[in-house]
């Protein structure tokens, strides 16, 4: 604290000792500066040479270019490994656009060809329409309605962590052991074939015995088409004892070690009415010796369908 001044001197002024400060506010502009502005002032000159705005606005037109030069820069060029992936995956969507439209003629021409066909037996012998019937119901060429249940599973939140007490289920290796795998849905299916189910299909897909699961890359396949999450597996059968059945057996147990061990997502849900389409690529076909056993008769009449009535079992 500074001592009192004494009696009889000037009083002090309370900014005496930040002339620092003082000098900043009142007196900005360097004297040397000040003194060469005042000389040009009294030559009858402005006090600025002028330069300042020009200079400003070539020094922000240099920055911009600057800036745009590094943002152009910076974009991801246009390769030709680049540009050839997005044709390829134009030509993609656009080859399954078309194959789905040709799904659908053959679907519309299949139900014209069952109804004539239909109309045809009922002209003829009764018993061959319903043997015709029954036949295309256990190969999977029509569609079926029943009760059953919806298998939902799904790739993990996250990337496995082993954390579950279950045996491993997978013998091999993954990249990502989170993802379903072509292998995972091949255990499960053939789990529910199993229990007891009468028919199944894998979104959408009906799986006969023609049918197969398999992978190519990261994708999943069912018959020949590809697949995307979530697998949404429908199974008609009996909707009370089928899912204690499927946990009682090896696709089951598969199921929960998949879960315990890589956080696979699964759910099961018992439905009163599932819908399941018919595989329209199915072609039911009958052979039969003819009356005639001489060298010129005919070996056979294509009159229908007919596969084998095994349940359908998953390709490797």
Known sequence: MSAPAPQGAPA????????????????????????????????????????????????????????????????????????????????????????????????????????????????????????????????????????????TMDDAKAQATGQGNAVDPRASAEADQGRVIARDLQIVVNGLWEAGAEAIAVNGERLTSRAAIRFAGQAILVNYRPLTRPYVITAIGDRNSLPAEFAGTAGGGYLQSLTDNYGIRSSLKATDRLVLPGDSSLAVREARPGADTGANAPTSTNTSTTTTTTTPETAP
């Open 12 to 151: 002090r002024r309370p900014d005496a000792s930040m002339s620092l400060i003082n000098e900043i506010m009142w007196r900005p502009l360097d004297p040397d500066y000040a003194d060469a502005a005042e000389s040009r002032r009294r030559a009858g000159l402005q006090p600025s040479t002028g330069y300042r705005t020009p200079m400003l606005i070539v020094a922000v037109l240099l920055i911009g270019a600057l800036l745009a030069i590094a943002g152009l820069s910076l974009r991801v060029p246009s390769t030709a490994a680049k540009r050839a992936k997005d044709q390829l995956i134009s030509e993609i969507e656009a080859r399954r656009t078309h194959g789905d439209a040709q799904t659908l003629r053959v679907q519309r021409l299949r139900a014209e060809i069952d109804q004539m066909q239909a109309q045809a037996l009922q002209q003829g012998q009764g018993d061959l329409a319903t043997q015709l019937r029954r036949v295309e119901l256990l190969t999977g060429a029509v569609p079926v309605t029943g009760p059953g249940v919806t298998l």
